[in-house]
T-cell receptor, first 115, second 115 residues
Framework: ETGVTQTPRHLVMGMTNKKSLKCEQH?????MYWYKQSAKKPLELMFV???????ENNSVPSRFSPECPNSSHLFLHLHTLQPEDSALYLC??????????????FGPGTRLTVT | KQEVTQIPAALSVPEGENLVLNCSFT??????LQWFRQDPGKGLTSLLL?????REQTSGRLNASLDKSSGRSTLYIAASQPGDSATYLC??????????????FGGGTRVLVKP
């Protein structure tokens, strides 16, 4: 088990629902990341936070809304998703980006199914 | 834009055979390259990280080589075991610090080792 945890591990939601994914890291890191892994596409970066500030938004649709209240927690708020948003969502953390690059440590992921 | 390709997409071998997994990248300006293992529905476990100045890295039965100028890396797994069955991902980190700590992933090679 890594020092990065994610909840829930599985989530099924309808297109009109609102839900949130949670990530927590216990490694003392200051940078956190959301990745999306679809069935037929490589892992792709969605968002990056460094010291609670968003530093990267990889053209992600607004139905995905990240939140980073502190360096240990990262959320991904979901609303009015589409079936094609079904994927494995992975969280990662690393030391602060400045002075890096630093190795990223991944959580186990949340398997999301949109019906 | 960096692109990472892994061929083959899937590989099946009998137990005891050596595994050879290939990764190619289009932009040789990388800081390092990392190999990950992913079990079904799970997160990523880092296997080996090779700095751009290195030619290879070894850990137990695993050996990874890097030829930065030709944009290639190879992961060798000696004497494969059924427990090696998983998807193997390679990822590169850009050399430019302004690019932050972004990883670009390949699509992965799904490996099945048959007893």
């Amino acid at each position: 088990e890594t020092g990065v945890t994610q909840t829930p591990r599985h989530l099924v939601m309808g297109m009109t629902n609102k839900k949130s994914l949670k990530c927590e890291q216990h490694l003392g890191h200051n940078a956190m990341y959301w990745y999306k892994q679809s069935a037929k596409k490589p892992l792709e970066l969605m968002f990056v936070y460094n010291f609670k500030e968003q530093t990267e938004n990889n053209s992600v649709p607004s139905r995905f809304s990240p939140e980073c209240p502190n360096s240990s927690h990262l959320f991904l708020h979901l609303h009015t998703l589409q079936p094609e948003d079904s994927a494995l969502y992975l969280c990662a953390s690393s030391q602060a980006i400045a002075g890096g690059p630093y190795e990223q440590y991944f959580g186990p992921g949340t398997r999301l199914t949109v019906t | 834009k960096q692109e990472v390709t892994q061929i083959p997409a899937a590989l099946s071998v009998p137990e005891g055979e050596n595994l050879v997994l290939n990764c190619s990248f289009t932009d040789s300006a990388i800081y390092n390259l990392q190999w990950f293992r992913q079990d079904p529905g799970k997160g990523l476990t880092s296997l080996l990280l090779i700095q751009s100045s290195q030619r290879e890295q070894t850990s137990g039965r695993l050996n990874a080589s890097l030829d930065k100028s030709s944009g290639r890396s190879t992961l060798y797994i000696a004497a494969s075991q059924p427990g090696d069955s998983a998807t193997y991902l390679c990822a590169v980190r850009p050399a430019i610090k302004a690019a932050g700590n972004k990883l670009t992933f390949g699509g992965g090679t799904r490996v099945l080792v048959k007893p």
